[in-house]
DNA sequence: CAGTGAGCGAGCTTCCGCTTGACTT
């Protein structure tokens, strides 16, 4: 019989450790929280120094009570969640609610190989009070927000339902960012490509190295270049390099399932967590990229064997993210042998080898090109047509991932003074951009970079603000739009306006009228909680008290005093005025 | 006389982060 007990946050994390340990243990999850602060009331004493209250959750009352059983029967428990703050908050409720003594080995590891776990095993430490502490005052600051501020809107404006330290500046951004796609006046510049022909009928495509300001400008210089002669003036060759990116984390990941695959960040999420219970891939919500030393030395023996060793490359990926937990692997195949995967629906099919390809690129070496620019002489004007080049020396990793064959520009093996000749022209009218609205994914990706969210509400953050009826994503046909186009043909220059398709938009993120009020709202009364760096900021506080033992409550007062005041104030603005707002 | 509608009051909503399925749109 078992006589260890061993408890994780993933069930099946669960099934793959009972693997490695043997007989003797027995390994059961919690999945994920147990307990939390009561889903109606605030649960948090103010007066009494922020006391929070904590109760079983609904869902996992009957997860405790099967735990509560097993540690009935073990002679050994160890508390082995995640190595960040909300597991070891997780592994303290654990404590507290299984009555379990206060020096219940807890173990770590970072990765779910054999060897990470019997090393873990070996040498467990206790639970950080310290880094429960950084997560209550997490919590806390998060319940005090979320529970004070909503209310508020409730009574001020209507259809704003609630407010938060996350998804508050997610609206925001959303609603900034349309309101400079409104405030944008389109401006249009005359941009200029041609083909030019040498003696042997080898076609260069060129470009003008001047844009033009005027449809005037464009026409003088296309009635000039009639009697122009071109020439080769310059030939620059030099050697160049791309570099494979990283293996994914939960952002990046879905960042490309949007763009290759057409996924939802939900759809994403979704399919993952399939291939993760599965057995293949490993975790799906991190933000490290780190590969374990088992999978480096798999992966270079797959790239050794199937591309030989010019193609292997080992490289140890590290995070720039200052708040990146890392408690996890990157988001690789657990058998780096398999890249593909039969018999399985097409969709987690395709993710599956989107992650196989990432992971393998990401230990193969650079891919080598050579870039040629070849400079045009026009003879009786100041500007000159450039051609550009690359060609792909050695694929390196390209040969697994990102490549595309038209990428490869092959140019004509041309000489400087070779004279060339004019075989097509276009100078068309291209007008400026806006910033382009968000999708989910990159609207994931800004949350990232601004340290908002944590890999695992990525994706109901996106759901939560369409939800809230704050945003929707909406495709919207574009509309037609004219543009002047000079062209010469027949030794003559001729003029049109053909029409284009502009400002169509497919699954893009627009606010509700609601969100606007909101987030002016909340900007006026509530400047610091959506600011974008207010989590960044609290993050400094809560490292003071994970590692320097600043208490949690000091923290938490410092925020909320002046937080209040502004609750306080907010309930004299008149509804009158949140709806002048605008 | 029956059906309509204005007006009033009561009850409800809410945070973020960690895990999965179950169960509706």
Redesign the pocket.
């Known amino acids: 019989m078992a006589k260890n007990l061993v408890i994780v946050?993933?069930?099946?994390?669960a099934k793959t450790i009972e693997k490695f340990l043997g007989k003797d243990y027995t390994v059961k999850?919690?999945?994920?929280?147990?307990?939390?602060?009561p889903?109606?009331?605030?649960g948090i004493d103010i007066e009494n120094n922020f006391q929070p209250s904590y109760v079983v959750?609904a869902?996992k009352k009957k997860v405790v009570a099967d735990l509560r059983k097993s540690v009935k029967t073990a002679d050994q428990v160890y508390l082995a969640t995640?190595e960040?703050?909300?597991?070891e908050a997780?592994a303290w409720h654990l404590l507290e609610t299984l009555n379990l003594p206060k020096d219940t080995p807890r173990i770590v590891f970072h990765e779910i190989t054999k060897g990470a776990i019997t090393e873990a095993i070996t040498s467990p430490r206790t639970v950080d009070y310290q880094v429960v502490d950084a997560q209550q005052a997490?919590?806390v600051i998060?319940?005090?927000?979320?529970?004070?501020?909503?209310?508020v809107?409730?009574?001020k404006i209507s259809g704003a339902?609630?407010?938060?330290?996350?998804?508050?500046?997610?609206v925001r951004l959303v609603v900034e960012r349309e309101r400079e796609i409104t405030k944008h006046t389109t401006q249009s510049i005359y941009k200029v490509k041609a083909e030019l022909v040498n003696d042997n009928g080898e076609v260069v495509d060129v470009k003008l190295s001047k844009d033009f300001d005027s449809k005037d400008e464009a026409v003088v210089f296309t009635t000039a270049l009639l009697d122009a002669k071109l020439s080769v003036s310059a030939i620059e060759k030099k050697p160049s390099k791309r570099s494979p990116k990283p293996p994914f984390i939960t952002s990046t990941l879905q960042q490309e399932a949007s763009q290759k695959l057409g996924f939802s960040v939900k759809q994403t999420?979704?399919l993952a967590?399939g291939l993760?219970?599965e057995g293949s891939i490993t975790?799906?919500?991190t933000d490290s990229f780190t590969l374990s030393e088992t999978a480096i030395e798999a992966a270079g023996a797959v790239i050794e064997k199937t591309y030989g060793s010019d193609y292997h490359q080992v490289r140890r990926y590290k995070t720039k993210d200052a708040g990146a937990?890392e408690?996890?692997e990157a988001i690789r195949p657990t058998d780096l042998t398999r890249p593909e995967i039969y018999g399985l629906e097409d969709q987690a099919a395709k993710l599956y080898a989107l992650i196989y390809k990432r992971t393998l690129a990401s230990q193969m070496s650079d891919a080598k090109l050579q870039r040629t620019q070849i400079k045009t002489n026009i003879s009786n004007r100041d500007e000159t047509f450039v051609a550009n080049g690359e060609i792909l020396v050695f694929p390196g990793f390209l040969s697994v991932y990102d490549y595309l064959s038209s990428d490869d520009k092959l140019l004509p093996d041309l000489s400087q003074g070779d004279e060339l000749t004019l075989v097509n022209f276009a100078a068309r009218e291209s007008f400026s951009r806006a910033k382009p609205r968000y999708t989910e994914a990159s609207l994931v990706k800004k949350i990232e970079e601004m340290g908002?969210?944590?890999?695992?509400?990525f994706a109901?953050?996106v759901s939560?603000v369409q939800?809230?009826n704050y945003v929707t994503k909406e495709t919207r046909e574009g509309v037609e739009r004219a543009f002047q186009l000079i062209e010469i043909n027949e030794g003559k220059v001729e003029q049109s306006e053909p029409i284009e398709n502009a400002g169509a938009e497919k699954n893009k993120l627009f606010p509700t009228s609601v969100a606007y009020l909101l987030t002016d709202f909340l900007v006026k009364h509530f400047g610091d909680i959506v600011d974008y760096k207010f989590?960044a900021n609290l993050e400094t506080d809560f490292d003071t008290i994970a590692n320097q033992g600043v208490v949690w409550q000091s923290v938490v007062k410092e925020f909320y005093g002046p937080f209040h005041a502004k609750i306080e104030a907010a309930d004299d603005i008149s509804r009158e005025e949140t709806h002048g707002m605008r």
């Open positions: 946050e993933s069930p099946a994390k999850s919690s999945i994920g929280h147990i307990r939390d602060m889903k109606k009331d605030m959750s869902d995640d960040d703050r909300e597991g997780i997490r919590r998060d319940r005090l927000v979320g529970f004070e501020i909503s209310p809107l409730w009574r339902r609630s407010a938060g330290r996350v998804q508050s500046p997610v999420m979704t967590q993760y219970r975790y799906m919500r937990q408690a996890h908002i969210g944590r890999p695992s509400t109901t953050m939560t939800d809230r989590t």
